[in-house]
Structure formats: C-alpha cells, structure tokens
T-cell receptor, first 115, second 107 residues
Framework: DADVTQTPRNRITKTGKRIMLECSQTKGHDRMYWYRQDPGLGLQLIYY???????NKGEISDGYSVSRQAQAKFSLSLESAIPNQTALYFC??????????????FGPGTRLTVL | KNEVEQSPQNLTAQEGEFITINCSYSVGISALHWLQQHPGGGIVSLFMLSSGKKKHGRLIATINIQEKHSSLHITASHPRDSAVYICAVRISNQFYFGTGTSLTIIP
C-alpha cells in the first residue's frame, strides 16, 4: 500500500465550485506539504504544516486554504475554483527527525481541471 | 526569481551511455534533493544531500557547496531511466524546485 495517498486522483470541475483535495499518510511524518505543478514550471509550494497546530503559507497560497485534521491528514481547498488553478497537485511529507531528515516523499498527484 | 537552474532541459542518449544532469543554485542552502518524476506523474525521492557524494545502484549524486552546484550521474543508462529528473534546494523551511531535466534513453 502507498505511504502517501491522495484523493481524488482526477477531478474535472467548473469555475466557481468549491473543491477539496485530500492527503493521507501512514509514514508517521510530522511535516506535510501541498504543491502544484504546471507545465514548464517547477513545483510550487502552496501551504505547509510542521505539525497539527502549525500552518504556513507558501509561495502561491492565494485562492487556496488548508486544514490539518490530524498528523496523518492534510487537505487542500479551493473555495471558488478558477481555470488558472488547473494543474497537477502533489501532497508530500517529511520527517523532522531521524536519518531521512526532511527528505520529501510524494503522493501520486491529483490532476485538477477547472472549466 | 528562480533559485534553481537545471541543465540540460532535455537530454536524449543511447542505452549504456553515462549521463550527467546539472543543478546550480544562487543562495546558501541547507540541503539539496534529487527527485525522479515518472511519465505517469509520480515523484520518487532519489537523494538528499548536504555535502559530498552519495551512490545508489547506478545513480551517483555529488554536491559542491562552495560552487553552489550539484550533479546527478547515471552509469550504464537504460530505457527505464527515461524520466524527468528534478533538483530541489532547501532554503530555511521551504524547498525550491528546478523545472526538471527530461531524459530519454533510446534502446
């Protein structure tokens, strides 16, 4: 079973709709991240969380919000989707302790299309 | 601004060739991460480096902190190595990603 899972894997929606992307992990990591990937661009950080009570904005947080419901769950919401939010979204986790300090492990990605 | 530059952007080589992908960055970093993105989109961690050299199978990663440069080498390349290779640098609490090098290995 995958250590980092994302649901849904694909989603087509319309402008103005509220969308939630969910991420769960079984790695026991304390840190979780949401990134988006656009063609020709590097991954860009949307939000990150270092523990359940810690939420931080990344480079491109406008139009997005997040919730860290538990150490293992981190969800990303688009309150009112717009077409330029069409992208591939990745959740990632890392551990602030141990030998793999801050090595990032990625979920399979969610392909979101906003019409 | 782009803290991370990768070269080349695209690389096509014959099976068996020695491959080098380069990553340069402009500011001080605490770590550098090499990742592989498969054609289906999944991203896999290859190496995390803060100094020196690491080797895993046919893959070797090096970093020169003074020159702000890292290289990823693939020995005896194989078609299954075809993927996008991404370099990311850790600055403070965030990672900044390069745009990737698309590698195609021809049988």
């Amino acid at each position: 079973d995958a250590d980092v899972t994302q649901t849904p894997r694909n989603r087509i929606t319309k402008t103005g709709k509220r969308i939630m992307l969910e991420c769960s992990q079984t790695k026991g990591h304390d840190r979780m991240y949401w990134y988006r990937q656009d063609p020709g661009l590097g991954l860009q950080l949307i939000y990150y969380s270092f523990d359940v009570k810690d939420i931080n904005k990344g480079e491109i947080s406008d139009g997005y919000s997040v919730s860290r419901q538990a150490q293992a769950k981190f969800s990303l919401s688009l309150e009112s989707a717009i077409p330029n939010q069409t992208a591939l979204y990745f959740c990632a986790t890392s551990d602030s302790r141990g030998e793999s300090y801050n090595e990032q492990f990625f979920g399979p990605g969610t392909r979101l299309t906003v019409l | 601004k782009n803290e991370v530059e990768q070269s080349p952007q695209n690389l096509t080589a014959q099976e068996g060739e020695f491959i080098t992908i380069n990553c340069s960055y402009s500011v001080g970093i605490s770590a550098l991460h090499w990742l592989q993105q498969h054609p289906g989109g999944g991203i896999v961690s290859l190496f995390m480096l803060s100094s020196g050299k690491k080797k895993h199978g046919r893959l070797i990663a090096t970093i020169n902190i003074q020159e702000k440069h890292s290289s990823l080498h693939i020995t005896a390349s194989h078609p299954r190595d075809s993927a996008v290779y991404i370099c990311a640098v850790r600055i403070s609490n965030q990672f900044y990603f390069g745009t990737g090098t698309s590698l195609t290995i021809i049988p």
